[in-house]
Structure formats: C-alpha cells, structure tokens
C-alpha cells in the first residue's frame, strides 16, 4: 500500500488501488471507539449523458436517476431492506446523493465487520424489478414535492440558474415528477453497471484498524472484476457568462430570505494538482470568513442597522464542471442588504493582521476533522472525488500567502458578476 504521513497533525494514510479498480483508503485513528466507512461511486445527478464503456454508444437518461438509483439499492431480491438490517446491528447507516457522487455509509462501535457485509452485499447485488421501481416512484415524488415547496431549497435552485444557463448543476438532484416517471428498471441497471463499476467508486475507512489486515477484509467481500476503461460523461459547453442577474419567488416565510451568488471563472484555468486545487479552496473561505463572516465589518453594520438579526452563511461549492460561491441570509430590506455584501466582497480591505488569524482559524478547524473518524472520512471522500488529497489542506494552508488571497478575491467577487435570489412572503 501506498503510505501518506503527516507529521504535523501524526497521521498517516493508507492508499491501494485494487485489481478491479476500487481504490481504498484507510485512515488509522488508535484508541478511537467509533468506527466509520463511506463507499462513494464518481456519479452525480449531473451525470445524465455519457459513453457506454462497453457498447461504445452514448446514453441519455432523465434528470433523477442517480438519486432514484440510491433509493433502490438497499431493496433485495430476499425481501430484506438492507438499510433496516444495518440498523438492526446498531449502525448508524446511510446514503446520500450529490451532483458529482453518491456514497453509502455507516458509523458504529461494535458489528463494523457484520455492517461491511451487509455493505458491499447490497452495493454490488442490485435488484431492481418493475414492481419496485414502481413502487419507489410515489415515494421519491412526495419528495420532490417537499423541496418544491421548501423556501430555502427555492431559493438555491433558483441562484444556480442565475449562475448557469445549460450546465446540469441548476437542476434538482431528484429530478422531476415528469423526469422520473420514465425512469425503468432497465435505466436503474444501465447506470449501476456503468457508474457503480468498482473502477468508478473510492472506499474510505477511519478508525481504529491495522491496514493490512481491514484491507484483506475488503478484498475477501469484493466481487472480482475486470478494470473498465474511463466514463466519458457528455456535458454542455463551458458557459463564460452568468444566465441572469435575479430571481424571485414567494414562498411561505415570514421574513424575505436572499442568497447572494458567484460564479468562480477562473478555477477550471489553475494547475489541476491536487495541491492547487486546496489552496484555492482554502482561500475562497477565508475572503468568506473576513469578509462576511460574524466578525467582519460589513456583517456588524448590517446588524447594527436592523438589516440582519441572524449570521450570514456561506459556502465555496465545487466540483471538476462548476465552482461557485453562495451567501444567504435573511432580511426585511434583501436588495439592499445584497449591495452592501457584493460592496465588501469586491471592496473591502483585509489586513494581514487579518489574514493571519483567519489562516490560524482555519488551521484549528482542520486539525478538529482530522481527529474526528467521522469528519475526516466524508472530507476524504469528498475532495478524492474531485481528485484532492485531504492531506494536502494542511500543506496548502502553509504556502497560501497574504498576496495569494487578495489575487483570489479580485478574480471571483465581480459585481458585473453577481446574482441575487429572493424569496419573499405570499
């Protein structure tokens, strides 16, 4: 196994590529008493155009499948739901479906190997019927229409259509009541043997094993197969241009909520290594934090004012086909709120004194994930999808520099830019 150490924060990480293309990540924690593993495939509700690896012939499916896909993988051909008989043992198990992975997960103290069973059996042995997939139809629409009418869920899908006209990001990870209803078994399968091929998905374990023997244990329950060539996903044109510059919905909500959006053109231009990509990351949240964060000065006038009464939130969201940065908060007077915080976003000064606090802040904030079994395996997953090493963040906070960030606030906060969503009461 390919050995990754940090000194620094005395950790070290486990990496092996196995025959069928699985790649493995084990993260020793001694003395830790719970026990975390998450199984990630490398496919998002973004990805609904792709090439067949194995006929060659592209594919187009409806918006919904990979969220669709997750529901059905716990329902086996015995009758068991394989979700219920993890919890049965104890665990805390789950799943989750994004625009770029879905994963599978659970977390315990005791049973972990009954619990790695239950896994990576259900994992690799789908069963799909027409009579489940069917069944799952009705229960997957209520949920779309829960987030129909969920304000805050609105308010963010409508952003992301200021942000982009034809990329998939904009669109509902559950898809649609009209995408899903041609959603059939058939598609369910396509997309498993496609995307949940074993060259496709990422495992990481954190806790309190000794690599060797936790690696022989995934490699007794993996089914052997053949590596598949690389997925080419098919997606729209790289846009160069926001879509609009607002929205507006009414919703129930007693109090106009906003969200403030960004679109960071420059990512898909800097060096590809993993190194490169955490800096930057590491940088967007720190302007964020400066910026607008509790302490900065824009957020203190605006609660001085009565413009805001809770704190503004914040979050860089990227992936390998979009980057873009969200800031949401609520208040009487939105538009002008939104002024203020595009105004500091673009204009505002940092010092170094500030800088340097913040960079020690974010240093802390890492170093808590990295001792936490949970935190550190979904961080790990999250940014091995985008082809990051977590471990890198440590390293890329020690070379970011003062000039570094200013570089990077000039390039992505552009008023010209900027888009604004609202939400405001019926």
Same mark, same amino acid.
């Given at each position: 196994? +390919? &050995?990754?150490?940090?000194?620094?924060?005395?950790?070290?990480?486990?990496?092996?590529?196995?025959?069928?293309?699985?790649? &493995? @990540?084990?993260?020793?924690?001694?003395? =830790?008493?719970?026990?975390?593993?998450?199984?990630?495939?490398?496919?998002? %509700?973004?990805?609904?155009?792709?090439?067949?690896?194995?006929?060659?012939? #592209?594919?187009?499916?409806?918006?919904?499948?990979?969220?669709?896909? #997750?529901?059905?993988?716990?329902?086996?051909?015995?009758?068991?739901?394989?979700?219920?008989?993890?919890?049965?043992?104890?665990?805390?198990?789950?799943?989750?479906?994004?625009?770029?992975?879905?994963?599978?997960?659970?977390?315990?103290?005791?049973?972990?190997?009954?619990?790695?069973?239950?896994?990576?059996?259900?994992?690799?042995?789908?069963?799909?019927? $027409?009579?489940?997939? #069917?069944?799952?139809?009705?229960?997957?629409?209520?949920? @779309?229409?829960?987030?129909?009418?969920?304000?805050?869920?609105?308010?963010?899908?409508?952003?992301?259509?200021?942000?982009?006209?034809?990329?998939?990001? =904009?669109? $509902?990870?559950?898809?649609?009541?009209?995408?899903?209803?041609?959603?059939?078994? *058939?598609?369910?399968?396509?997309?498993?043997?496609?995307?949940?091929?074993?060259?496709?998905?990422?495992?990481?374990? %954190?806790?309190?094993?000794?690599?060797?023997?936790?690696? +022989? *244990?995934?490699?007794? =329950?993996?089914?052997?197969?053949?590596?598949?060539?690389?997925?080419?996903?098919?997606?729209?044109?790289?846009?160069?241009?926001?879509?609009?510059?607002?929205?507006?919905?009414?919703?129930?909500?007693?109090?106009?909520?906003?969200?403030?959006?960004?679109?960071?053109?420059?990512?898909?231009?800097?060096?590809? %290594?993993?190194?490169?990509?955490?800096?930057?990351?590491?940088?967007?949240?720190?302007?964020?934090?400066?910026?607008?964060?509790?302490?900065?000065?824009?957020?203190?006038?605006?609660?001085?004012?009565?413009? &805001?009464?809770? *704190?503004?939130?914040?979050?860089?969201?990227?992936?390998?086909?979009?980057?873009?940065?969200?800031?949401?908060?609520?208040?009487?007077?939105?538009?002008?709120?939104? #002024?203020?915080?595009?105004?500091?976003?673009?204009?505002?000064?940092?010092?170094?004194?500030?800088?340097?606090?913040?960079?020690?802040?974010?240093?802390?904030?890492? @170093?808590?994930?990295?001792?936490?079994?949970?935190?550190?395996?979904?961080?790990?997953?999250?940014?091995?999808?985008?082809?990051?090493?977590?471990? $890198?963040?440590?390293?890329?906070?020690?070379?970011?520099?003062?000039?570094?960030?200013?570089?990077?606030?000039?390039?992505?906060?552009?008023?010209?830019?900027?888009?604004?969503?609202?939400?405001?009461?019926?």
């Amino acid at each position: 196994m +390919e &050995v990754v150490e940090n000194k620094k924060l005395d950790i070290k990480v486990y990496k092996e590529t196995l025959d069928n293309g699985c790649q &493995v @990540i084990i993260i020793p924690r001694k003395d =830790r008493k719970r026990k975390y593993v998450i199984w990630a495939t490398k496919y998002g %509700s973004i990805d609904s155009n792709f090439i067949d690896p194995t006929t060659n012939q #592209e594919i187009h499916v409806p918006d919904g499948v990979a969220h669709y896909l #997750e529901h059905k993988m716990f329902e086996q051909e015995n009758g068991v739901d394989s979700l219920y008989k993890m919890m049965s043992l104890g665990l805390n198990a789950n799943a989750y479906t994004t625009t770029d992975h879905t994963a599978y997960l659970f977390s315990c103290s005791e049973n972990f190997y009954e619990g790695l069973d239950e896994l990576m059996d259900y994992f690799q042995h789908p069963y799909f019927t $027409d009579e489940n997939v #069917e069944k799952e139809r009705g229960i997957i629409g209520q949920e @779309i229409q829960m987030y129909d009418d969920d304000p805050e869920w609105s308010l963010y899908i409508n952003t992301l259509r200021c942000l982009y006209k034809n990329n998939p990001v =904009r669109l $509902d990870t559950a898809g649609t009541i009209e995408t899903i209803s041609h959603i059939t078994k *058939e598609t369910l399968y396509s997309c498993y043997n496609t995307f949940y091929h074993p060259s496709n998905t990422i495992m990481c374990v %954190s806790g309190d094993f000794e690599p060797n023997e936790l690696l +022989e *244990e995934i490699k007794k =329950r993996m089914l052997p197969r053949e590596k598949q060539s690389e997925i080419k996903r098919i997606y729209p044109e790289y846009e160069n241009d926001i879509n609009q510059k607002y929205i507006e919905a009414k919703k129930d909500v007693n109090m106009p909520i906003f969200m403030a959006g960004f679109r960071d053109f420059s990512k898909t231009e800097i060096d590809g %290594s993993s190194l490169e990509k955490a800096k930057r990351d590491i940088a967007v949240k720190m302007i964020l934090d400066m910026l607008v964060g509790q302490c900065s000065d824009v957020y203190q006038k605006l609660y001085n004012e009565g413009l &805001v009464k809770t *704190e503004i939130q914040y979050a860089y969201e990227t992936s390998n086909e979009y980057a873009h940065i969200v800031v949401q908060g609520e208040s009487k007077e939105p538009e002008k709120v939104y #002024e203020q915080i595009v105004n500091a976003l673009q204009n505002n000064e940092f010092t170094e004194a500030d800088f340097e606090r913040t960079k020690k802040k974010a240093y802390g904030e890492n @170093i808590y994930d990295y001792d936490d079994v949970i935190a550190i395996g979904r961080t790990y997953i999250n940014t091995a999808i985008q082809g990051i090493d977590a471990l $890198d963040y440590i390293d890329a906070l020690n070379q970011i520099d003062y000039e570094y960030v200013k570089e990077v606030r000039r390039e992505i906060f552009i008023k010209d830019k900027a888009v604004l969503s609202v939400v405001k009461p019926l």
